[in-house]
T-cell receptor, first 115, second 112 residues
């Protein structure tokens, strides 16, 4: 099946720094990718929809200046957590739909810990 | 955001037992999906349901799309230790950019 890969799988950073997470569709092109945040023992919460070549669409309550999304190519979307704080510590997951089947494939997730 | 009602929240069973979990929604969906998430991993699709009343199996897993299009259940027969994980249901409608509406998850523990 299609593969979506995230990098890094985990990252620890100091408060105030910015962290970039990459999401790649390895064997298919994705004009749309989704970014989720998941806190421990909770469900996935959609943060934003990343659109290739245009601005991302953010869900209500998600700060666009805090979580910068760039979808510069058909196989890569990036999420940058700017000026990270401890409350931003979470598991961030991306997904991308297969163009042929529409099935959503998920990345392995990226665990962010802000000290 | 909107979330689905998923129950039970957690289950602790003996190996070999059957498991059943379900999801309900106040609104209808065109597609119901069931995912499994292992610790520290992204969700993996188990079963996709596209038609009201549809009953689909994937090995020891069976899922049904409710006739009202507002509910779905997932059964796991003869559970084994590797079934441990969190199971999520998700609803999806055509259009709306393929957004998924997620259940809160069912945490399954299997005692060997």
């Amino acid at each position: 099946g299609a593969v979506v890969s995230q990098h890094p799988s985990w990252v620890i950073c100091k408060s105030g720094t910015s962290v970039k997470i990459e999401c790649r569709s390895l064997d298919f092109q994705a004009t749309t990718m989704f970014w989720y945040r998941q806190f421990p023992k909770q469900s996935l919460m959609l943060m934003a929809t990343s659109n290739e070549g245009s601005k991302a669409t953010y869900e209500q309550g998600v700060e666009k200046d805090k979580f910068l999304i760039n979808h510069a190519s058909l196989t890569l979307s990036t999420l940058t957590v700017t000026s990270a704080h401890p409350e931003d510590s979470s598991f961030y997951i991306c997904s991308a739909p297969s163009h042929s089947t529409g099935e959503l494939f998920f990345g392995e997730g990226s665990r962010l810990t802000v000290l | 955001g909107q979330q689905l009602n998923q129950s039970p929240q957690s289950m602790f069973i003996q190996e070999g037992e059957d498991v059943s979990m379900n999801c309900t929604s106040s609104s209808i969906f065109n597609t119901w999906l069931w995912y499994k998430q292992d610790p520290g991993e992204g969700p993996v699709l188990l079963i996709a349901l596209y038609k009201a009343g549809e009953l689909t199996s994937n090995g020891r897993l069976t899922a049904q799309f409710g006739i009202t299009r507002k509910d779905s259940f997932l059964n796991i027969s003869a559970s084994i230790p590797s079934d441990v994980g969190i199971y999520f249901c998700a609803g999806q409608n055509a259009g709306n950019n393929r957004k998924l509406i997620w259940g809160l998850g069912t945490s399954l523990a299997v005692n060997p």
